[in-house]
């Protein structure tokens, strides 16, 4: 194993309101890009990819009030995709784990038109971008 690079990101932590719910939603699209599940407590998950891990968590420390992408934090988490099939394929199967396609009226460019990607949203409001590396995007 290699030495993580200086500066790259070392893990996400999402704190959610429904363990169960996130850990299907979650799990579920980590594992079909390739993140293997990392750790397991009472009130958390991890998937891990490479040096790079994904928590979710159902605090005992969360406040009232849901995630809400259009305010200040954290507005959405964008993965590098295989392919443009693999896009479409994901889109085609989120909704069975609890994700629903945003932006349905510009899909799959509603980043741009020299960007292929999807817009995914799941219960909670956590937003999630599946850009298709054959697009050779712009930054989102």
């Known amino acids: 194993?290699?030495?993580?690079?200086?500066?790259?990101?070392?893990?996400?932590?999402?704190?959610?309101?429904?363990?169960?719910?996130?850990?299907?939603?979650?799990?579920?699209?980590?594992?079909?890009?390739?993140?293997?599940?990392?750790?397991?407590?009472?009130?958390?998950?991890?998937w891990r990819l490479g040096d790079t891990y994904l928590v979710v968590e159902q605090s005992p420390d969360l406040l009232p009030g849901g995630h809400e992408r259009r305010r200040p934090g954290l507005n959405h988490l964008a993965f590098h995709v295989r392919d443009r099939d693999r896009v479409d394929a994901l889109v085609a199967e989120a909704p069975r784990h609890g994700w629903r396609l945003m932006f349905a009226d510009r899909h799959p460019h509603a980043g741009g038109a020299h960007q292929y990607a999807a817009y995914l949203e799941d219960a909670d409001g956590f937003e999630i971008e599946l850009v298709a590396i054959d697009g050779r995007e712009a930054m989102s």
């Open 1 to 46: 194993m290699t030495s993580p690079v200086p500066g790259a990101l070392h893990h996400v932590e999402l704190w959610v309101p429904d363990l169960d719910r996130a850990v299907t939603g979650w799990g579920w699209l980590l594992g079909a890009l390739g993140y293997t599940e990392f750790q397991g407590w009472s009130a958390g998950r991890s």
